[in-house]
């Protein structure tokens, strides 16, 4: 197994830790001059999504508490109405199969098919998967009630913390951005020291403790660790992950009995270790099949549940809308997929939802003729049976008392509906390639072989792997249950050595903030690759480096969200001469197409578009911009967002008026909206949101771009997935093969990782500032087969593990986590 060194500098202005056991999370003293928030160690409860983001990011303690109380309330209205419905009604009656005989009227009401309260017990005592289904019930909502209590003392506190400390109401929440907060939090930080381990706090350090668990999750989506890519015999590749196969990998990687982590910051120590990997391996195997075996016994009533709720949440909707089940959304692997590391969930679904329209028509795009032949003489056929019922309807509504004629209609408007949805539009032009241009201005992310063949339909289906059907969400949700315990038993099982190799060397412990995943520390020495503008800055090995340039991209959407924090050197170096290309290049019809993302009546576009903006523009013959034009757009939006969340509005209006001041129209609606104070925190919000969000995709195309030139004339080393990592190479490259394999100890490892050779000529080339638990190491080169395996470079791993050198011991195998500072934000 390699031991890769992820190692990162240590600073000397670091401070000691609190003494062992100061573990109290919260400490308010309300006596005093002023209130003192102070020692909250451990800040990921106070930070993550359930507290501080999550009641700012549900507009407050009364919207949370109430969304909670219906959730207790809907579980119980599922349950119990559902028994209700059928024990207690008689169904003979309410469909007319059985008379009813009444003394003062023949008329039958719904209390009649209701059986009496004995009967319905009895029914409901006698039968044993009811009462089995009422425990199980029962136990989850009795657990659900106590998290409910548990959650509103924390929430609570939350409150205190915002109107105290943040000096926020729970009224002016709704209208804060979290970078508001967030700014007002590292604020505070100086004053009250809420942090116990550094006087400072970082925009990087509160995104970690948020996003510390998700954070593994997308770095084990890009490197190919969690199964959830199959090959079916019909259907061929096919992406399952649903909500019950996330809460399992969480279940069993994080918080769960047994899980890795020994709390909320910080992984167990055994883990940190690799002398004892196989015996956790074989561990961690066994508590996966463990709780596979919990899913399959619990199947048929989780089955069931998801299938009352579905019923129960999506009927009315396909009844008022039917076309909603031919709508699509981001799947989500799709979401995992193209997330950035560090980036919290509001500005992943922002980024999203922007690229939802141009996603539609992309897929619009891909309507079978045959289909839309079918469906236009369905539509017909349908459309006229529907209008003589209609007619006979309005004619005489005693029509609708004959049998089923209700039914018919209702069925016809469906039918319609669908088959509406496979007529393509008749103004739609068939543009794939310009549509996915626009997607990757938004998502990021694309595979290289997408660029060039966006009309194809291998293209296609792989994006719809990203963006899939609603009634596929559904379905796949339904079959969850019995899908999940398979993939656990059969295929996560197998997988336990790569995943305890995983954590282990992909784990840095941060002071003050504990231990995170090192990829989402976005260094690029570390995780850079050399094909996404990373040659010659990256020190990685193809083991080590992020894929599809999940590093640098995320890098840059960090830094353009938060122009406030201050990267290290060699990080800094790289934004700034990223930007310095960008506006030095001809990137013109980048700018266009960004441009373009933008709605004429959007606020950027009236504001800072106007009449006399736009007229300013030279546009080429081919019709993109001048590339002098282009750079001061850019110039712009990196000005606007260099201006902090706390910027005084005043001097936020002084500068869009004097660097873009609309003209006529515009300009007016401008003032006024200016000089309204229940405007002027929207505005700007607005205004820098939308400007990072451009600026950004003019960096994401940017890159890409480079990427496309440098790999071209080369073989793509990335590919749209890694198959499974058991696979064999046989196919690696030549180039690879010939270099000189160094005589190395047979240590034991996984199929999917590098072979560390001890080396003494490594140790000059790190700083005397890092911390190294024991003599160096280098990693042997390794290549990756077409089919996502790891082979070394004249052999092929083994499938069996290597037995244990007799002679280590846990001192020669050091730990892999590593004590890093943050840098602090400049403010």
């Known amino acids: 197994m390699a031991h890769i060194d992820t190692e990162y500098q240590r600073l000397e202005a670091s401070y000691s830790d609190s003494p062992p056991g100061e573990e109290n999370l919260l400490m308010h003293v309300p006596e005093g001059a002023k209130s003192q928030w102070h020692h909250i160690e451990n800040l990921d409860l106070f930070h993550n999504n359930r507290y501080v983001y999550n ?65 319905c017990s009895a029914r409901i ?48 929440l709704s209208y804060a951005t979290w970078q508001e907060v967030q700014a007002r939090i590292v604020e505070i930080q100086k004053e009250h020291q809420i942090c116990i381990h550094k006087r400072e706090l970082t925009e990087l350090d509160i995104y970690h403790r948020i996003l510390r668990f998700k954070n593994y999750m997308v770095a084990m989506v890009n490197k190919s660790l969690l199964p959830v890519r ?67 016994l619990l199947c048929p009533v989780i089955l069931v549940w998801q299938i009352l709720y579905a019923f129960f949440s999506y009927t009315e909707v396909i009844k008022r809308e039917p076309g909603s089940l031919g709508a699509r959304c981001w799947s989500l692997y799709g979401r995992c997929y193209l997330r950035h590391f560090n980036e919290l969930d509001h500005e992943l679904m922002s980024r999203l939802s922007k690229g939802y329209k141009a996603a539609s028509k992309y897929m619009n795009c891909f309507l079978s003729p045959l289909l839309t032949v079918v469906a236009k003489n369905l539509a017909f056929f349908a459309g006229s049976l529907l209008a003589v019922l209609i007619a006979l309807t309005i004619y005489d509504e005693d029509v ?56 194809r339909y291998e293209t296609r289906d792989q994006f719809s792997q990203l963006f899939q059907y609603k009634a596929v969400f559904i379905l796949e949700e339904l079959l969850s249950p019995v ?26 412990e941060v002071v003050g903030v504990g231990d995170t995943c090192s990829f989402a520390q976005m260094d690029i020495r570390q995780h850079g690759h050399p094909a996404w503008m990373s040659e010659g800055k990256t020190e990685a090995s193809i083991y080590q480096q992020a894929e599809d340039g999940k590093t640098e991209l995320s890098l840059m959407h960090f830094a353009i969200t938060n122009p406030q924090w201050q990267p290290p050197r060699e990080t800094t170096h790289f934004i700034s001469q990223l930007k310095e290309r960008v506006h030095r290049e001809n990137v013109s019809s980048l700018i266009c197409g960004c441009l373009s993302l933008l709605q004429p009546q959007s606020l950027i576009a009236n504001l800072l578009g106007g009449p006399s903006t736009l007229e300013s523009i030279h546009f080429c013959r081919d019709g993109s911009l001048a590339g002098h034009t282009a750079a001061g757009i850019i110039d712009g939006a990196s000005a606007l967002r260099s201006l902090s969340p706390l910027t005084n509005s005043v001097q936020l209006r002084g500068s869009l008026s004097v660097a873009h001041r609309p003209a006529g129209h515009n300009l007016d609606i401008f003032l006024m909206m200016s000089h309204s104070s229940a405007w002027e925190g929207q505005l700007t919000s607005l205004v820098l949101s939308e400007y990072a969000s451009t600026e950004m995709s003019i960096h994401a195309l940017y890159i890409h771009e480079l990427h496309k030139q440098q790999s071209r004339g080369e073989l793509s080393r990335h590919t749209w997935h890694r198959q499974e990592s058991d696979e064999s190479s046989d196919s690696v490259p030549d180039e690879v093969r010939s270099e000189p394999t160094p005589h190395y100890r047979n240590f034991p490892r996984s199929y999917t990782f590098p072979v560390a050779v001890p080396s003494p000529s490594v140790a000059s080339s790190h700083s005397s500032g890092q911390r190294r638990h024991s003599g160096p190491s280098t990693v042997v080169r390794v290549a990756r087969s077409p089919m996502g395996g790891w082979a070394e470079d004249s052999q092929v791993a083994p499938r069996h593990h290597d037995p244990v050198p007799e002679g280590s011991s846990e001192d020669e195998m050091p730990p892999h986590v590593h004590k890093v500072n943050t840098f602090h934000c400049s403010l």
């Not at 657990?143 to 959650?151: E, I, S």
């Not at 103004?427 to 997408?450: G, K, S």
Request: glycine share 6%; with cysteine; proline share 3%.
């Open 230 to 296: 199959f090959g079916l015999p019909v259907i061929g590749e096919y992406v399952f992950y649903t909500r019950g196969l996330k809460y399992n990998f969480e279940l069993i990687f994080f918080w769960g009995p047994g899980s890795l982590f020994e709390n909320e910051w910080s992984l167990k120590p055994e883990y940190k270790r690799g002398s004892n990997r196989l015996e956790l391996a074989d561990r961690l195997a066994s508590r996966i099949l463990w709780i596979g075996i919990a899913n399959l």
């Open 483 to 508: 899908v999940t315990p398979i993939i656990l038993i059969f295929c996560l099982r197998r997988k336990s050595l790569e995943i305890i190799d995983f954590f282990r060397n992909f784990t840095v």
């Open 125 to 172: 005592r006698g039968n044993a998967f009811v009462i089995f289904v009422l425990i199980i019930s029962g136990v989850f909502w009795l657990h659900r009630l106590v998290k409910f209590l548990y959650n509103v003392c924390c929430y609570w506190e939350i409150r205190s913390f915002y109107s105290h400390a943040l000096k926020m109401t729970m009224s002016e």
């Open 400 to 455: 609708l008392a004959v049998e089923h004629v209700l039914t018919s209609i209702t069925l016809l408007g469906v039918c319609i509906t669908v088959c509406r949805s496979f007529i393509p539009d008749k103004n739609m032009v068939f543009c794939p390639e310009q549509l996915l241009r626009v997607i990757l201005a938004h998502i990021h992310y694309m595979p290289d072989h997408w660029q060039g063949n966006a009309h």
């Open 55 to 119: 009641l700012h990011q549900k507009n407050g303690f009364t919207c949370m508490l109430l969304g909670e109380i219906f959730e207790l309330v809907q579980l119980l209205f599922v349950v119990g109405f559902t028994v209700f419905l059928a024990n207690c009604v008689d169904y003979d009656i309410l469909f007319a199969n059985k008379f009813v005989n009444h003394v003062d009227s023949s008329k039958v009401t719904l209390p009649d098919a209701f059986l009496p309260m004995d009967v």
